[in-house]
T-cell receptor, first 115, second 114 residues
Framework: AQSVTQLDSQVPVFEEAPVELRCNYS??????LFWYVQYPNQGLQLLLK????STLVESINGFEAEFNKSQTSFHLRKPSVHISDTAEYFC?????????????WGLGTSLAVNP | DGGITQSPKYLFRKEGQNVTLSCEQN?????MYWYRQDPGQGLRLIYY???????QKGDIAEGYSVSREKKESFPLTVTSAQKNPTAFYLC?????????????FGPGTRLTVL
């Protein structure tokens, strides 16, 4: 069965430190992978996505994620975080199968960047 | 500006009452979605619609109803049959009918049952 596991529910870091938010999935078919970000009391915004091609994808604000098929992972990284990166981050997966129309969501990782 | 609007931002309801949450989009998107978000539980799909006058149940549809009479509107009714309706409700839309399309989210409605 398709599932998504975000391995850390909370990640506290200091400003300018590197961070990695981990995401693993299970699926028997090929997948599309997404990271969404939710700032406090707001809706979600797409941060980056992997559909095909290069396994390393980047966002405009310095985040990157790498699709690792053998480890079924899509970890999110940033080499130096800012206070403004404090938010909830959600990993989501969709199976590339038939007429699938649904995303499967992880439970989220709360990133708290401290000065 | 194109986007998704949800109203109201905060909603209070007495037990036993039905309440309708509004979701409007001017992005000309075909697909629309309703999610429920509870602390520590991520997003759970309530209903989704791929086209006008058609919608499908998601994972937690019991106690909810929807309609899709217009492309730009997808209201959600929380009925008295929903046992634990207090939550943050998010509406989303996407350009296509398939899940590889990016979903665009509204700002959400926080429903509290008193």
């Amino acid at each position: 069965a398709q599932s998504v596991t975000q391995l850390d529910s909370q990640v506290p870091v200091f400003e300018e430190a590197p961070v990695e938010l981990r995401c693993n999935y299970s699926s028997s078919v090929s997948v599309y992978l997404f990271w969404y970000v939710q700032y406090p009391n707001q809706g979600l915004q797409l941060l980056l996505k992997y559909l095909s091609g290069s396994t390393l994808v980047e966002s405009i604000n310095g985040f990157e994620a790498e699709f690792n098929k053998s480890q079924t992972s899509f970890h999110l990284r940033k080499p130096s975080v800012h206070i403004s990166d404090t938010a909830e981050y959600f990993c989501a997966v969709s199976e590339n199968a038939g007429n699938n129309r649904k995303l499967i969501w992880g439970l989220g990782t709360s990133l708290a960047v401290n000065p | 500006d194109g986007g998704i609007t949800q109203s109201p931002k905060y909603l209070f309801r007495k037990e036993g009452q039905n309440v309708t949450l509004s979701c409007e989009q001017n992005l000309n998107h075909d697909a629309m979605y309703w999610y429920r978000q509870d602390p520590g539980q991520g997003l759970r799909l309530i209903y989704y619609s791929q086209i006008v006058n058609d919608f499908q149940k998601g994972d937690i549809a019991e106690g909810y109803s929807v309609s899709r009479e217009k492309k730009e509107s997808f209201p959600l009714t929380v009925t008295s049959a929903q046992k634990n309706p207090t939550a943050f409700y998010l509406c989303a839309s996407s350009t296509g009918q398939f899940s590889y399309n990016e979903q665009f989210f509204g700002p959400g409605t926080r429903l509290t049952v008193l």
